[in-house]
């Protein structure tokens, strides 16, 4: 006779250890089944964890992990010979709604600490946590509803509810039907080098008050990131899949080896005296749309697996952990009513879109077109980085000030078709979308005299965005 429990959790990442702890913490029988030897053993190496975590889960407290709290952020433009032609740096915004975000902008962990931690929290919750075992396979009853799971070896396992929280290739989603492969155009694949540099060294050149994340964009590749890690830092970068495929487009590996080669990320290798660690890649949705189809017969699905990674920057850990929580949530009450059905399972839905994750997908598609026009088209910074280099020209000694000012002012004049165009295609939809008007108002104004200072001006200045 095969095993039977209340919830079966697969996957022991972050969104399937809260899922299985929460469920646990309602009494509820339930198993959640990890692949690798411990939690976080197939993860990528590092993530961030947002500020907000530590007030919407009271046991991040309790966080016992090496961790470098990230109180800045730098952005760096380079040329196409990747020569530095513009950078900057800022501090968290006095606007955050609570301390911790006016603190810092997020946490930097590496993923086999973390998720061991959380995982640790499920089982002393009394969860059962089964390592070194594959999902293969769902179980279904006549009518096609999810009643259980296949493990590799084997093993049949009934589950009243099953949560899906094994990311963003998740066999579960595709064999309970709820989706298909993501699409080449919702997915990327996400490539990164993993340094590490001796403590001391980190601390004598960069410091604990000093620990920043970086990120690099030049046109001869998609914008990177480079994030401080406990004792080392991380390269890397995220592409869409079906922007692979394009004639220009070199290969993820080409990509990183033009990055990390070059002389700004030289430089920052050799001050710290790092050695590369570990490569790694992995895919990670990247939707322009909203989440669809995230719960089904006897099935709910959470974090990667439903495509919750956020639309602007694809963060996922917190949304991931979230859903997992409303899951479990969800579960504990269909069980409880005796109708674990997509009817009796679809509050889960009405929970995920009431909360930060819903609200955060308001705009999916204006975040997505905003980040892959901008940082993910890496031909446009041939223009755009000329332009932020001028910024602060009327400061320069070369000539009388005003006479720079004039010049800088006369630039930005030339480039004006350019820059409204850019502010049309990427910023007025989101405003829009937004509820901005007065934003929009201001735009369509500086539009409409540039089109009235076009009929008039004889210079045959043009702009325009790549297509």
């Known amino acids: 006779m095969p095993e039977k429990v209340d919830v079966l959790v697969v996957g022991a990442g972050p969104g399937g250890s809260i899922a299985a702890k929460t469920a646990a913490e309602k009494g509820l029988k339930t198993i959640f089944f990890e692949r690798g030897a411990q939690p976080g053993d197939k993860a990528a190496s590092g993530c961030g964890l947002p500020p907000r975590m530590w007030r919407e889960f009271d046991f991040m407290k309790d966080l016992d992990i090496p961790s470098y709290k990230i109180k800045y952020q730098a952005l760096h433009l380079l040329d196409d010979t990747l020569g530095e032609r513009f950078s900057m740096r800022w501090s968290p915004s006095d606007l955050g709604e609570y301390?911790?975000?006016?603190?810092?902008?997020?946490?930097?962990?590496?993923?086999?600490?973390?998720?061991?931690?959380?995982?640790?929290?499920?089982?002393?919750?009394?969860?059962?946590?089964?390592?070194?075992?594959?999902?293969?396979?769902?179980?279904?009853?006549?009518?096609?509803?999810?009643?259980?799971?296949?493990?590799?070896?084997?093993?049949?396992?009934?589950?009243?509810?099953?949560?899906?929280?094994?990311?963003?290739?998740?066999?579960?989603?595709?064999?309970?039907?709820?989706?298909?492969?993501?699409?080449?155009?919702?997915?990327?694949?996400?490539?990164?080098?993993?340094?590490?540099?001796?403590?001391?060294r980190i601390n004598e050149i960069i410091g604990p008050e000093e620990?920043?994340?970086?990120?690099?964009?030049?046109?001869?590749?998609?914008?990177?990131?480079?994030?401080?890690?406990?004792?080392?830092?991380?390269?890397?970068?995220?592409?869409?899949?079906?922007?692979?495929?394009?004639?220009?487009?070199?290969?993820?590996?080409?990509?990183?080896?033009?990055?990390?080669?070059?002389?700004?990320?030289?430089?920052?290798?050799?001050?710290?005296?790092?050695?590369?660690?570990?490569?790694?890649?992995?895919?990670?949705?990247?939707?322009?749309?909203?989440?669809?189809?995230?719960f089904g017969d006897g099935i709910l699905l959470v974090g990667d697996a439903a495509g919750f990674p956020c639309p602007l920057e694809a963060e996922g850990i917190n949304y991931a952990m979230?859903?997992?929580?409303?899951?479990?949530?969800?579960?504990?009450?269909?069980?409880?009513?005796?109708?674990?059905?997509?009817?009796?399972?679809?509050?889960?839905?009405?929970?995920?879109?009431?909360?930060?994750?819903?609200?955060?997908f308001t705009t999916p598609k204006e975040w997505v077109d905003l980040w892959a026009g901008i940082f993910f088209d890496p031909p446009q910074w041939n223009k755009l980085t000329p332009i932020a280099n001028n910024l602060m020209f009327w400061a320069s000694w070369s000539a009388p000030h005003i006479r720079n000012f004039k010049r800088e002012l006369a630039n930005y004049g030339e480039n004006l078709p350019f820059l409204l165009e850019f502010a049309k295609t990427y910023l007025v939809?989101?405003?829009?979308?937004?509820?901005?008007?007065?934003?929009?108002?201001?735009?369509?104004?500086?539009?409409?005299?540039?089109?009235?200072?076009?009929?008039?001006?004889?210079?045959?200045?043009?702009?325009?965005m790549r297509k």
């Open 99 to 200: 301390p911790e975000a006016r603190e810092y902008f997020q946490v930097n962990v590496y993923r086999p600490g973390f998720d061991r931690f959380l995982a640790k929290l499920a089982v002393n919750a009394g969860a059962e946590l089964r390592t070194s075992t594959l999902i293969e396979n769902v179980l279904k009853d006549d009518a096609g509803k999810i009643i259980g799971v296949v493990t590799d070896k084997g093993e049949k396992i009934e589950g009243k509810v099953t949560i899906a929280a094994d990311g963003a290739t998740s066999k579960i989603a595709c064999q309970a039907g709820l989706r298909k492969k993501w699409r080449p155009d919702e997915i990327t694949l996400v490539v990164d080098c993993d340094f590490s540099a001796p403590e001391a």
């Open 211 to 294: 620990y920043s994340n970086h990120v690099y964009v030049s046109p001869l590749y998609p914008a990177t990131y480079v994030a401080m890690m406990p004792g080392g830092f991380h390269v890397g970068f995220g592409q869409w899949l079906d922007r692979y495929k394009s004639a220009s487009a070199l290969s993820p590996y080409e990509y990183l080896q033009n990055v990390i080669q070059s002389k700004p990320l030289q430089q920052f290798i050799q001050k710290l005296h790092a050695t590369p660690r570990e490569f790694h890649a992995h895919l990670l949705p990247w939707l322009s749309h909203v989440p669809e189809n995230t």
């Open 322 to 360: 979230i859903s997992g929580r409303f899951a479990a949530q969800t579960a504990a009450e269909a069980i409880a009513a005796g109708n674990t059905s997509a009817t009796g399972l679809q509050p889960y839905e009405a929970k995920w879109q009431a909360s930060t994750i819903g609200e955060e």
């Open 429 to 464: 939809p989101l405003m829009k979308k937004a509820g901005v008007p007065l934003g929009r108002t201001m735009l369509k104004v500086a539009w409409k005299w540039l089109k009235t200072k076009k009929k008039t001006s004889p210079t045959g200045v043009t702009g325009g």
